[in-house]
């Protein structure tokens, strides 16, 4: 009978190891393969700072999706903010405005429209991916309308360039802001009250409300915050490439979502966290680099992306039974 037990706890003690640490195990043996296949063009510090490079749009836009979902709530119209973002940054750059001011627009556009979306979810009680997937509607059509369906590339000055491609001794500034950006709003999440409040939404919005939290307050606030970053995610995308296109965006909503599970796999299990998310965009980007640099196809990434994810979920699901 004894023996039985010890051998429930000690399998009990492998499904939670597995729960906690197999998405770092897995990341680690993608850079193991990688670079066994491709040790020039893999493992080298170079490439290491590209990978910061490719993966800072993911990690911010999926900072918004965190911050959506530690309120158990869903904001479907990410990658059509992003896209937005983008193409009313460069437009504003185009016309001669301050690149600073060029980068505020649009964060402060997806600000107001994460509040009108969070205000519609809150206050007439629908569903949010029914929502922001509306929402996501109403944004696409607008800004096709803006650019006539084309890229908004002729005419961009220089200086629009600046946050997208400046590198700072060796490293590049888009990796320094998305650090800087991990620091704020780990620390909001963490050592804040805004952040409590999430995550006490998030586990019991029962309790929450009983006990005084205005869940609507907080809610519409995090709908606003994913907007901001969002936009932002395009506006300093558009800076990267010097260009905007009306669907620019669209690549990094399922990828936001993604990286925010698996780092739901990681770090403070089965909830939204900003370290979690960062590993999840982490690994993600280690594979696209590493996929490309062996030349695999596109679609083949996104199969095997897709089983990743599958298989960090159900290690998740693993560790809780």
Not at 42 to 71: C, E, H, K, P, Y
Not at 108 to 125: K, M, Q
């Amino acid at each position: 009978m004894s023996q039985t037990i010890k051998q429930q706890k000690q399998k009990m003690s492998f499904s939670q190891k597995l729960s906690a640490y197999g998405t770092i195990f897995a990341g680690i043996a993608l850079i193991v393969i990688f670079s066994i296949l491709s040790p020039d063009s893999f493992m080298t510090f170079d490439n290491a700072i590209n990978i910061t490079r490719q993966i800072s749009f993911l990690v911010i836009i999926a900072i918004g999706a965190t911050l959506v979902m530690s309120v158990q709530e869903f904001d479907l119209s990410i990658g059509a903010m992003a896209s937005l973002g983008g193409v009313v940054s460069a437009k504003l750059a185009i016309a001669g405005v301050p690149i600073f001011v060029s980068i505020l627009v649009p964060v402060v556009i997806g600000f107001v429209i994460g509040l009108i979306s969070g205000a519609i979810v809150t206050r007439f009680r629908v569903l949010s991916f029914v929502t922001t997937l509306a929402m996501g509607t109403v944004i696409g059509g607008f800004t096709f309308w803006l650019t006539g369906g084309s890229t908004v590339f002729e005419n961009i000055p220089e200086s629009f360039k600046f946050l997208g491609q400046t590198q700072i001794f060796v490293f590049p500034l888009l990796s320094i802001i998305m650090i800087i950006l991990v620091i704020i709003f780990w620390y909001v999440m963490a050592h804040t009250t805004l952040g409590r409040r999430f995550y006490a939404i998030g586990g019991n919005e029962k309790a929450s409300e009983v006990s005084g939290v205005s869940i609507n307050y907080y809610k519409t606030i995090a709908f606003a915050l994913c907007g901001m970053l969002a936009a932002l995610t395009g506006a300093l995308l558009a800076s990267r490439l010097g260009s905007a296109h009306p669907t620019g965006g669209e690549a990094y909503f399922l990828n936001a979502y993604a990286a925010v599970f698996l780092g739901m796999t990681v770090v403070r299990s089965g909830i939204s966290n900003v370290v979690g998310t960062l590993f999840g965009a982490a690994i993600l980007g280690i594979l696209a680099n590493g996929l490309t640099i062996l030349q695999v196809p596109s679609f083949m990434q996104d199969v095997i992306t897709g089983i990743i994810i599958i298989a960090a979920l159900i290690f998740q699901k693993i560790g809780r039974e």
